[in-house]
Structure formats: C-alpha cells, structure tokens
C-alpha cells in the first residue's frame, strides 16, 4: 500500500465554507499531497488557492482524517492521510480550476455544504471545524 501524507483547508467566509465539485461529481474539501519538502500549512493554502482561486489564512489546526482508496493509475491500494486546517478568508467567490479536473466551487451555507458533501467525515469535519471557527472569531472580538 502507498502512503501518503496530505493537506487541506476548511474555508470559511463568514458564515458559508468553500466546497468543490471534483470530476466524479463529488463534493470535497479542498486538499492536495504534501511534496517538493513543503510542510502541511503550505499545502493547505496551494491547494485552496490552486484548487478554487481563494487566498485564505490559516487560523487554527482543524484535526485529521484517512481514507484508502485502490488507484487504477499505480494499480495498487492508496491511504491518504490528511491534515486539516481551519482558514478564513474575505473574499466569497471561488474559481474552478478545470485544469485540475474540478467542476464545481463554490462557498455554501453550512447546511447546504453539509447536504451536498459526498464523504460522511468531510461532514463531520466542516460541523466540527465551523463550530470551533466561530468560537475562534468570537474571541477575536
């Protein structure tokens, strides 16, 4: 099995979280392979930045999730380990990147990500990571 250690970020603007679409109609959180030496944190803004076009910052670490998958390209099974980080940022607008096989972005109510999000834990991520965001931003006030 090939392991790999990745990032992602949970974006929020105000009270909405950025979900993409990817090309086998799933809706993800923005997240990539950590390489080239980069550490998780950079990761995680790239791949937000490359992925959906959103320059966000990061404010706290968000926990991590797994997943295994067999990967027809390596033919072998693959176990993505990814380190989730909470960001906000002020800008509501999101651009697909197609180059990178997305369909879809976009920033969504809680509700309507929660309803549309494909994986059970990515769900459970965005509830979780929103609650602490809120608590974060309150106590910034």
């Not at 929020?12 to 990539?32: A, R, S, T, Y």
């Not at 390489?35 to 966000?56: C, F, L, P, Y």
């Not at 180059?99 to 979780?128: C, H, M, N, P, R």
Request: net charge positive.
């Amino acid at each position: 099995m090939l392991f790999r250690n990745c990032a992602g970020g949970v974006v929020f603007n105000k009270d909405k979280v950025l979900i993409l679409k990817n090309h086998k109609d799933e809706w993800v959180l923005p997240k990539g392979a950590i390489r080239n030496g980069h550490i998780s944190v950079e990761t995680a803004k790239s791949r937000v930045k490359t992925e959906a076009g959103v320059e966000a910052e990061v404010i706290s670490p968000a926990g991590e999730t797994s997943y295994e998958f067999y990967s027809i390209s390596r033919q072998k099974p693959v176990c993505n380990q990814i380190t989730w980080f909470i960001m906000k940022t002020t800008d509501g607008s999101a651009t697909v990147n197609k180059d990178e096989g997305f369909k879809g972005a976009g920033f969504f109510t809680i509700e309507e990500a929660i309803e549309k999000i494909t994986y059970s834990q990515d769900k459970s991520l965005v509830s979780l990571s929103y609650k602490k965001y809120k608590r974060l931003c309150s106590d910034n006030t």
